[in-house]
């Protein structure tokens, strides 16, 4: 079964996040604290562990959030869940898959940082349709 392995928030959109170990997925909002939070379509991020890895074992240097995401899993290859997927983090909490990847008009601070994003071609948005609080270890499995 697939685990949240990292919750990250930043204060500014389009800046790396910081892990800080769990968190209150809020209904129809996002992560508490996050900048991206709010009602519309990409209220939370979640990015494959293993894409992580795969980057960093090609020369790059990054840590848990440099890449904008919010919750990094591992065992899940998120850029392969078709939009309206809905995960189950735990038992109670509820994300429905709203976009898998984004385009990037220009580059942001995460690019001009590590030489590259993969967020955009391997990460996937969604927004809360069932809230609570989440922590690393958490169980997130397709439902």
Known sequence: MAKIVAICI???????????????????????????AGNWHRQVSLLSKEKVTDFVTKGGNVIDG????????????????????????NDDIILEVTQIGKECHSHCAIYHAVGDCIMPREGIFTIVIKGG???????????
Not at 66 to 89: H, S, Y
Not at 133 to 143: H, L, N, R, Y
């Open 10 to 36: 930043s204060e500014k959109k389009g800046t790396q996040k910081v892990n800080v170990h769990e968190g209150v997925l809020i209904e129809n909002f996002g992560l508490e604290g996050d900048a991206h």
């Open 66 to 89: 440099d890449f904008g995401e919010n919750l990094i899993v591992e065992g899940m290859d998120c850029a392969k869940l078709p939009v309206g997927t809905r995960l189950k983090i």
């Open 133 to 143: 609080k989440v922590k690393e270890g958490d169980t997130i499995e397709i439902i």
